[in-house]
């Protein structure tokens, strides 16, 4: 599919997910009821979770977008940050377009949201950043599948810090309605085992709110520290939902990536 300038064509399906919209509809409905079961406390205000191929990280995937159900036509918008892998961007980049498609049809842009945003300093319009990039697409099948009807805010974070995206995260926070999600996979390419070391080790940090210390741990290092200093100044509980390499799914384990799922749940007493 091309690009027009008001939508910004899906550019990863056929290679990431299926490109026929009964197929990938299926595959997905199927990552979710196989998702296992976890029940956090209250309904998520926030997810982390993985954006390799289907094959290899959509089981990881499917078990935090399963805690959306019955979530359906309540959350009506999604804040989607994820790092850029092609084109390098400063700060936090806008499409520039007016919807996303996939197989499964377009999501229309917030406009009231980016014009919230639009002019804070770090934040800038970057078709090329969004043209190609697979780390924000790749959830879009998955909300389309549990949200049904709802608007997107899509935010390709390049060279930023945390403090850059924790604000712009505060300026969209919204309530119930907003949902947020950052994209990030774990580690690359090491041997199994000295994978699930490093990983199990980043989740622990992020279970305790800690910042990550560079993006070896997790190459969307830069949206999760931001979306951490937000949920502690939010009071936000992280739960991890789901931890696997794809020496679990579907790969070798002489080279692996990590994947993690965690939901971020308002604490008892701090609910708004």
């Known amino acids: 599919m091309r690009s027009t300038v008001?939508?910004?064509?899906?550019?990863?399906?056929?290679?990431?997910?299926?490109d026929d919209a009964v197929a990938l509809a299926r595959d997905v409905q199927t990552l979710l009821a196989a998702a296992k079961p976890v029940a956090p406390d209250g309904a998520p205000k926030a997810l982390i979770v993985p954006h390799a191929g289907y094959v290899y990280s959509g089981p990881v995937a499917a078990t935090a977008y399963a805690q959306l159900r019955g979530l359906r036509g309540k959350i009506r918008r999604v804040v989607l940050l994820g790092p850029v892998h092609r084109v390098?961007?400063?700060?936090?980049?806008?499409?520039g377009t007016h919807a996303?498609?996939?197989?499964l049809g377009r999501i229309l842009i917030d406009r009231d949201a980016v014009n919230r945003i639009i002019a804070l300093r770090q934040v800038t319009t970057s078709p090329a950043a969004?043209?190609?990039?697979?780390?924000?697409?790749?959830?879009?099948?998955?909300?389309?599948?549990?949200?049904?009807?709802?608007?997107?805010?899509?935010?390709?974070?390049?060279?930023?810090?945390?403090?850059?995206?924790?604000?712009?995260?505060?300026?969209l926070w919204g309530g119930p309605e907003t949902l947020f999600v950052v994209s990030s996979d774990l580690s690359h390419y090491l041997p199994y085992r000295a994978a699930q070391q490093i990983d199990s080790s980043t989740c622990v940090a992020i279970a305790r709110l800690q910042s990550l210390d560079n993006h070896e741990q997790a190459c969307g290092a830069t949206p999760v520290n931001g979306l951490l200093l937000a949920a502690r100044h939010h009071h936000l509980r992280p739960h991890l939902l789901d931890l696997r390499n794809s020496g679990d799914t579907a790969g070798d384990r002489e080279r692996v990536v990590g994947y993690a799922a965690f939901a971020f749940t308002e604490e008892s007493g701090h609910a708004h």
């Open 6 to 18: 008001d939508t910004r064509a899906a550019a990863v399906a056929g290679l990431f997910y299926p």
């Open 88 to 95: 390098p961007v400063r700060g936090l980049a806008l499409p």
């Open 100 to 103: 996303f498609e996939t197989p």
């Open 130 to 171: 969004h043209a190609h990039e697979h780390s924000l697409e790749v959830q879009l099948p998955f909300l389309q599948t549990v949200l049904g009807d709802f608007q997107l805010i899509p935010l390709a974070v390049g060279d930023a810090t945390a403090d850059d995206v924790a604000e712009v995260i505060e300026a």
